[in-house]
């Protein structure tokens, strides 16, 4: 008989799932510990060791897996508090992360973009003066025009070095085509710094772009040396506390792999943390019976939103990380500061909300403990839909009068409004911003949001979905019971991901009808099986029990004259000879769906530049996909105030027990859970399905 857990450190708390030898999924949630995160984690399993009623050591050395989302290469990289590193690249190409294509939108939202002043270029990751160039050249055809100078390179290893230098990234030009040349000078770096930590471009991203594949190399670098740090502490904390097991950890990529390794790929845990809430939402969809679905974050911190289409997690093959582009496949995610903790302010006479957050030290006002600025959590108990004595089950006490004292003093005299109208006010603001940016996360892609269900969970999210969930006119919003610890439940329930990636170049000229006369489906097999063969043996290395391997195929294909790609699903595999033909004609339907019907420019030709294949392994673990019902009698429904549309109203409201199958009641309404509040709004009905998933649909 067996545990399972799975934690998830926010900004504001940290999430912990654990689901019992009995089957049943538990909830837990304890303040983050900034300066030792690992605190966070044994306090929710330590409130989870006290309802057994046994010590915490005991039921750490039951877990049979433990797995877990990090922060810590997101902060790293956001605060810039990474590794001092060196970067060796090829003679003539030093200057590839300074030019950065001139560009110095790069990385900006909308709004900041148009504002001249801040157009500046970002600034990379590692110093100018700790470049390097190698003599040594390869050509585009793979072959070796200048032979790798050994001395030469010894000699530049020896001067970053003696800059104290922790680790150093290779990015040679068409290393991806023949890497011998990096993974030469990996060995020599390691002959002459064993201790420094190595980042070579072919290993990590073989694909065509020098520049992406060169901030790539350098992130990886930046933040190697810290996740390496962090995850030996992780390791080290938990097995002194009695985890028999390596813990796992949630990757960008929306898989698991063995913490140990992490920081071999550190770039690929950057959104470690919001992506198991999206596995999370997937769930839930199957669950509701739609496979198209909308996660929705809401934190203390941020707001992170994701797309399910066709029950697959939307992949990026990018992300902009303080401005560096990381091109590593990774779930779809679009992020603002806009979360509980988010700070209210006044500025020229116009409130605004967020992105600056209070975090969990000192937290909201109401916390009394000395945060003196207004947020959206202060907000929401003046507005009486948070309740000051029930904070995570009673366990944290808010005070209602502090909230009010910052409202009143930073946002309600100076705008000229009464205490309630300054914090409906912060409510609206913050919840336009998170439905704008789910318009945004749609409708940009070419996505309608009232085709898709909305899943709402975090902290705050059950408390702001009927709001923003309502502006985007989506049919139905979907609050699961663990809403609070949506991502940490996603991290339990997922399985172990590796990713492998091939450049190609295989072209149809212009003016091709016929597109398998030119790519051959033998060519895509061999492909795609030498790429399936390296990952299954990466997913035997993991050494974990495996029930069953999936594989999803993906190439990348373009028009003849563009220069970025799409990347489309392989629905079908071994290819026959149609099979390309539809393939590409997949493309340019997906394509046409993006930017319009008659975007396509069939007669351009065609490009396919990469392939990427993405293995799925199955763990042996528990069904923890539901949760057990409320025993007993659900407790006698009662009313309070709360304030809606500029008035105070009567709302109807429910603890956690009343939470059973087929239970449904009408708005306005609250519902009380142990660890997050449920808001209907007025004119909403709600209805409880057999997975205790809380459905909020329009009142007819």
Known sequence: MSYYASSDIGGTFTDTAVLDPRGRLRRYKASTVPDNPVKGI?????????????????????????????????????????????LLQTAGFGDTVFINRGYKATGLDEATSKNFRLLTKPVPFVDRKLVREINERV??????????????????????????????????????????????????????????????????LPRLGELARTQTAVMNAFLGPKVKGAMRSLVDSLH???????????????????????????????????????????????????????????????????????????????????????????????????????????????LRVGPESAGAVPGPACYGAGGTEPTVTDADVVLGLVNPDNFLGGRIKLDADLARKAIEEKVAKPLGLSIEDAAEGIKRIVDSQMSDLVRQATVYR??????????????????????????????????????????????????????????????????????????????????????????????????????????????????????????VDVSKFPFAKPDVDALIEHFIKSYEARFGTGSAFRAAGIEISAFRIVARARLHRADGSGTAAASGAPAKTTTRRIY????????AIHDESAIRPGFAFDGPAIVEFDDTTLVVGAGQCAEVDKFLNVTLTARA
């Open 240 to 350: 002194a506390e009695g985890l028999p097991r390596e813990p796992l950890l949630m990757r960008s990529n929306g898989g698991l792999s063995a913490a140990g390794s992490a920081a071999d790929e550190a770039v690929g845990i950057l959104l470690s943390g919001p992506v198991g809430g999206v596995v999370g939402a997937r769930l839930v969809g199957e669950q509701i019976g739609s496979s198209n679905v909308i996660s929705t974050d809401m934190g203390g911190t941020s707001f992170d939103v994701g797309l399910i289409i066709d029950g697959r997690p939307m992949i990026q093959r990018e992300t902009f990380i303080e401005r560096q582009v990381v091109a590593v496949p990774s779930v779809a995610i679009d992020t603002i500061g806009a979360g509980g903790g988010s700070i209210a302010t006044v500025q020229n006479g116009r």
């Open 446 to 567: 070419g996505y309608d949001p009232r085709d898709f269900i909305l899943v709402a969970y975090g902290g705050a999210g059950p408390v702001h979905a009927s709001s923003y969930g309502a502006d985007l006119g989506v049919d139905k919003i979907v609050v699961p019971r663990t809403a609070s610890i949506l991502s940490a439940h996603g991290i339990l329930l997922s399985d172990l991901v590796v990713t492998r990636e091939q450049a190609s170049s295989l072209i149809c000229p212009a003016g091709t009808d016929a597109f398998s006369d030119h790519i051959k489906a033998e060519e895509l097999n061999r492909v795609f099986g030498d790429l399936q063969e390296s990952a299954r043996q990466a997913l035997n290395a993991q050494g974990v029990d495996i029930t069953a391997v999936e594989y999803e195929r993906y190439v990348d294909v373009r028009f003849r004259p563009q220069i970025f790609d799409m990347s």
């Open 42 to 86: 044994l306090a929710t399993l330590a409130l989870a060791a006290a309802d057994d009623g046994v010590e915490l050591r005991e039921l750490l050395s039951q877990i049979a897996i433990f797995s877990h989302g990090t922060t810590i290469a997101t902060n790293a990289a956001l605060t810039r508090k990474g590794a001092r590193i060196g």
């Open 139 to 204: 050509d585009y055809k793979g072959r070796v025009l200048v032979p790798l100078d050994e001395a030469q390179a010894r000699a530049v290893v020896r001067e970053l070095l003696a800059e104290k230098v922790d680790a150093i990234a290779v990015s040679l030009l068409w290393a991806f085509k023949v890497p011998d040349h990096e993974r030469r000078l990996r060995d020599i770096i390691q002959e002459e710094a064993p201790g420094v930590f190595v980042t070579i471009s072919s290993d990590l």
């Open 644 to 651: 809606s549309g500029g008035a105070w109203r009567e709302a």
